[in-house]
Structures are given as C-alpha cells and as structure tokens.
C-alpha cells in the first residue's frame, strides 16, 4: 500500500554537509586532484567535480564541506569516500570518520491531477502560502512539522524540500494531501 502510493515520489537531489578536517589548503587541493577547481575571486571554496556518483563538493579552508546533486544514500557514502581519500592523497589529513549528515532532500511527486492553486489560497490558512502568479507559477506552502517546503504547480507536480529523511518527506506529503483532499 505504502509503496504504491508514493510511486511518483523521486529524490532530485541530497545535500550533505559537515566537516572532514580541521583545516585544508585549497591552493595546494586544487592543484594535486582532478576537476578540482578553486577561483576566490568568485567563491571562497574549491568546488571538486566527480563523475561517479555524479557531484559536486564544496570544500572550505576551514574543513568544511558541502556536497550536493546526489540522489540517493549510497551514492553519498561512496561520494563522500572519494572526496576524502582524494583529498588524503592530497596530503590533507582529514578525520579518521568524517563528520558529515544530510541536511536537505529535495523530491518531486506528481499528484495524478489538476489543481486549482486559487482555490488552494482560498481554502487554506494563508500564513503558510505564498502564491504570486505574476512573479511564479507555483503556489509556496510551508508545512510546520514536519518543516517541509512544498511548491505546488497546477499540473498536479508538486516539489518538497527541507526534509532531512525520506519519512519526514513523506509526512509532510501525507499531511499536504490530506489538506487538499477537502479542495480537489
């Protein structure tokens, strides 16, 4: 049952950030690993590209990294694996376990119908909505708990962030469909 009705739901992106090291070179980075790429005229970080999983990794001076455009766990582990054993042989001497987490999962879901986004403002608390069609054709609801972000489109698509695990993302799905089950 579960499984079935959320079918359409499909991770786009994880990000995961946390510290590695305690401090790390990036000039010196950027020039011993591959696709790493550091100009500070325009961002204080290196950025290292890697193909397999397909990511990019934000690393700061200050041990800091940032990585994103993964769309599922294991893709992270492996990720996160390459980025510390490149920058090891880097000569960087990172933790022996990184400290890192997901902080967002970004997913798209498609309701299977149309919806009245009128209707929606209409219908529902309006501290929660932002919906200004002239600038954007969706409707923002910010759910409270799970703290969840959903931008709703009249096509039925429907896309969540904020969640930090899939169930928080599932909750806050459930609890938007049961908001819009009274409207459509």
């Known amino acids: 049952m579960e499984g079935s009705r959320y079918e359409s739901l499909k991770i786009e992106n994880i990000v995961a950030s ?57 893709a992270l582990y492996e990720g996160l694996n390459i980025v510390v054993s490149s920058l090891k042989e880097a000569g960087v001497d990172t933790y022996e376990v990184p400290k890192v987490g997901i902080t967002n999962i970004v997913c798209s879901y498609d309701i299977g119908r149309y919806i009245n986004l009128n209707k929606v403002v209409i219908t529902l608390n309006l501290e929660n909505i932002e919906y200004e069609p002239e600038q954007f054709p969706g409707l923002v609801y ?15 698509k429907i896309i969540l962030t904020g969640g930090k695990n899939l169930e928080d993302i599932k909750r806050g799905l459930s609890f938007l469909e049961q908001k819009l089950e009274s409207i459509m």
Do not use: H, Q, W
Request: aromatic share 6%; hydrophobic share 40%.
């Open 142 to 156: 910010r759910i409270k708990d799970p703290k969840i972000v959903a931008l709703l489109f009249s096509s039925g």
């Open 18 to 74: 946390g510290v590695i090291a305690d401090t790390i070179d990036l000039g010196e980075v950027s020039k011993k690993i591959p696709n790493c790429e550091l100009n500070t005229k325009r961002f204080p970080g290196a950025v290292y590209r890697i193909e397999k999983p397909k990511m990019a990794t934000l690393i700061f001076s200050s041990g800091k990294v940032v990585l994103t455009g993964l769309r599922n766990r294991d």
